[in-house]
């Protein structure tokens, strides 16, 4: 069994930045990949960005690139989205996930946050 929580969440004016944390236990941590998603109300779930299990290779979705950043601190079982220049578009609810692959694609997935809403103000 594995457990994935969020936090981090919260409201941040446009151009700041914000720090979500995804924290796992039941398994060993390290043996997962990470994907970072979120969802808009009236809009599909996307992918944001993954890390590998090690932390050593990256993806990232093309409209947070250069401005997101994945890491992850497999010591701690925490992976880290630091979210800087954010924009009202970033608005949504972030889940974080775990798998074996780090793809975009949702569906490799298997363990799931409750997800952290971020909400980006003008």
């Known amino acids: 069994q594995v457990q994935v929580g969020e936090s981090g969440g919260g409201l941040v004016q446009a151009g700041g930045s914000l720090r979500l944390s995804c924290v796992a236990s039941g398994r060993t941590f390290s043996d997962y990949a990470v994907g970072w998603f979120r969802q808009a109300p009236g809009k599909e779930r996307e992918f944001v960005t993954a890390?590998?299990?090690?932390?050593?290779?990256?993806r990232y979705a093309d409209s947070v690139k250069g401005r997101f950043t994945i890491s992850r601190d497999n010591a701690k079982n925490t992976v880290y989205l630091q979210m800087n220049s954010v924009k009202p578009e970033d608005t949504a609810v972030y889940y974080c996930a775990g798998g074996s692959a780090y793809s975009t694609n949702s569906d490799a997935y298997n363990y799931w946050g409750q997800g952290t809403q971020v909400t980006v103000s003008s």
């Open positions: 890390i590998s299990r090690s932390g050593s290779s990256t």
